[in-house]
């Protein structure tokens, strides 16, 4: 019998993922992690203690077997660990590259109460990537449901919510308003955290599954969603748009040219490849000194795609200090290396003219942390007369976003006071048969939470059209009508 | 069948044509007032276009395009009857509201007359007393006449030059139409933001209601950029969510017109680029057809 691992004779230091040198990196949209090596990945997998109590799988917001998998990858059985991966995380190689781990499986590691934890996304997104490369995928056989289901919007909520139920054996069209499906994770999240290719590859698997994506359909103008629930004929719909529209600051100058929202950057560069123009024909002429204001994982990348499209200078402005900073701690850090200089408690009062409508520079504040508010968050105030200019060109708002009007203009859809769809606690809107989850519904958050709201909208879809979720199964004996295969895992099944 | 293909398309003159798609379903949805956003191919560019008409019938959608930079003139050479455009996605914006205005003055600049059209059909099938301005730079340039007068109860032509109707801009059709009538409840005009601008001081000092349709820079038109920003009265509004209808009195015309001029550079930019490719494409062909026929 193999002699039981300890903290002691486990390796001591988490493996190192290599990354381009951040001098590089900064100016090139390569994957600035470049992904571990199978060594990388045994090493790594060494450090699991396989602890019996397994606090990790409850830190998942999807309750992956995480020392399942990572113990496939110990017996180097690639395929096992993507098999057991795969029972519960529809896109592994996404999800290993931007859940934020260090809050979620990783902050809960046994080995992180005396060293590093184990490096799960990391070990997630190798097996990911594998199965890209191999061509793997895990197609079921899916009996079918005779349900048809629609989802709006293909972004992280939507997909997840549509692998569900087409696993399910639900007939299952997911409706994009771009001309490519993705949502966030195309128009957002840019190519040197997740390449659009990973992306491309699980959308492809999803596919496989039969969902059908239908691009270019802006619902709600183009039908609504009565008319799904009615003369279209879904059984069920999922509402998963997204937060959208973007908030400006409501300053002096807002409107200037030069004054942009870092949905519209990001949407620029990443999905119509402005970065590419002329060959591409969407320009986004980027400053030569950029301040990005907020401190979100949406301002990292609006600051990491500016100095990639050639700014000289890039600023964070924010209004708050680095402890508050809601953006994930590698990602402030991996804009640090790269030369992003931060202005931490600093406020913009007003944008300045450069007296041909374009933008000359910025009037900031400094301020001070007062008492907390009723997020527990210090509050900050202005200090008075601390007020000095700042020499900038072009001016990225990445400070939140509001809930996006279109499903509320048109449809009867019950909505909170701040516009966002508002549901009960398993995510069923007040329409009859349709539910909603992700930003729509919580406002901004993480690709994590979208997903995990993406699954629980299933589940509820499901109960609601009488399909037994296959996450309990029952095994009552010869006439199971329902339940899991396990030789197939994970779907639902008719015994004749 | 491929999707969104062009089933009719029609030349009022050099820079100006007309595209007809076949898209059922929005040509089902579609309203007077609303737009689309289109690419031309994979690597275009995403271009808001009025809907200028639509025939729940035949399961199509007009729209009326001037070539004025890369994406309108390359369209202009490839949008030829039996192809298709790479995306299509609508309608888009809140449909303009048909008021109960009982005469009412539908004015269309140049190629704003396109989608003036449906609204003005729109006004004379509930009953109101429909005059229609139209403005173009000259009678050459002029389209859609015979259609619109069908729908009006006065038709009012101004070109620049005098060549066809009165000569003057159509602020000076406005002018003539309300000295005719002192009753008019609603002027909606539709046309470049200069010619809106326009209507707009024409008619503030009578406090006739203007209805005017913005053209921002759009990308998505969905409301998640913020890029079609307009200022109307204290409040921002996004273009392609909140409108692309605002009351004319309440619009910042000047902050359209700057941010209009976004891209100047970049657009001049785009359509070198692709002439010159052009230049060398049919160069290309040039020297291998020379080369062809030395072989023969």
Known sequence: ?496 | MPDFEIVTREDFSDVTYLLEVRHPLMAKAAKPGQFVIVMLHENGERIPLTIADFDREKGTITLVIQAVGKTTRQMQQECQVGTSLYALVGPMGIPSPVSHAKKVVCVGGGLGVAPIYPQARAFKEAGAYVIGVVGFRNKDLVFWDKKFRAVCDEFIICTDDGSAGIKGLVTAGIAQAVEKHADIDEVIAIGPPIMMKGCAEATRPLKIKTMVSLNPVMVDGTGMCGGCRVKIGDQVKFACVDGPDFDGHLVDFDDLLMRLRRYTKEERMALDHWEHEKGCRLQKKISSAVKESARK
């Open chain 1, 1 to 496: 019998m193999a002699k039981k691992k300890t903290i002691r004779t486990i390796p001591q230091e988490r493996t190192p993922m290599p990354e381009q040198p951040a001098a590089v990196r900064a100016r090139n949209f390569e994957e600035v992690a470049c992904g571990y090596h199978p060594d990388d990945a045994l090493r790594e997998s060494e450090r699991c203690l396989m602890c019996p109590d397994q606090p990790c799988v409850s830190g998942c917001p999807v309750g992956i077997n995480i020392p399942g998998f990572i113990q496939k990858i110990n017996q180097k059985d690639l395929r096992g660990a993507y098999d057991i991966l795969t029972e519960t995380s529809l896109l592994p190689a996404i999800c290993g590259r931007v859940c934020p781990q260090e809050n979620q499986c990783e902050g809960k590691c046994t080995v992180g109460d005396s060293l590093e934890p184990v490096a799960i996304g990391r070990l997630e997104r190798f097996v990911g990537d594998t199965a890209i490369r191999e061509g793997w995928a895990n197609i079921p056989y899916i009996e079918p449901s005779g349900f048809k289901v629609g989802i709006i919007g293909s972004g992280p909520a939507g997909m997840a919510c549509a692998a569900d139920m087409a696993k399910a054996g639900c007939d299952v069209t997911v409706f994009e308003a771009f001309h490519q499906p993705g949502g966030v994770l195309k128009y957002g999240i840019p190519d040197f955290r997740l390449p659009n290719s990973v992306i491309d590859a699980e959308i492809n698997n999803l596919r496989k599954l039969g969902v059908k994506f239908q691009c270019n359909t802006l619902v709600g103008r183009l039908f609504t969603v009565e008319q799904m629930t009615t003369e279209m004929g879904f059984d069920a719909v999922f509402v998963g748009v997204g937060a959208g529209y973007p908030t400006m600051l409501g300053i002096p100058g807002d409107s200037l040219n030069g004054v942009l929202s870092a949905n519209e950057l990001l949407t620029r560069c990443n999905l119509m490849r402005a970065k590419e123009f002329p060959n591409f024909d969407t320009p986004q002429p980027i400053g030569k000194r950029v301040a990005v204001v907020g401190a979100g994982n949406t301002a990292m990348d609006a600051m990491r795609v500016s100095l990639r499209l050639g700014a000289e200078k890039v600023y964070c402005i924010y209004r708050r200090s680095r402890k508050e900073a809601p953006a994930r701690a590698e990602e402030v850090h991996h804009a640090e290396e790269e030369g992003v200089e931060f202005h931490w408690l600093t406020n913009p009062v007003a944008v300045l003219d450069n007296g041909s409508g374009g933008v000359r520079g910025m009037r900031c504040v400094r301020m001070e942390l007062g008492e907390p508010d009723e997020s527990g968050r210090r509050r900050p105030v202005p200090v008075p007369g601390s007020e000095f200019d700042f020499e900038v060109d072009l001016i990225v708002y990445a400070i939140g976003t509001n809930a996006n009007p279109i499903m509320g203009q048109t449809s009867k859809l019950k909505l909170n006071k701040w516009g966002y769809i508002d549901t009960d606690a398993n995510l069923a809107t007040s329409m009859a048969g349709v539910f909603a989850g992700g930003d729509i519904v919580t406002g901004a958050a993480t690709v994590i939470m979208a997903m995990g709201a993406g699954r629980k909208a299933a589940a509820s879809m499901k109960a609601y059209l009488g399909i037994r979720d296959p996450q309990h199964p029952y095994h009552s004996g010869e006439d199971t009508l329902f339940g899991i295969d396990l030789a197939e895992k994970n779907f639902v099944r008719v015994r004749a």
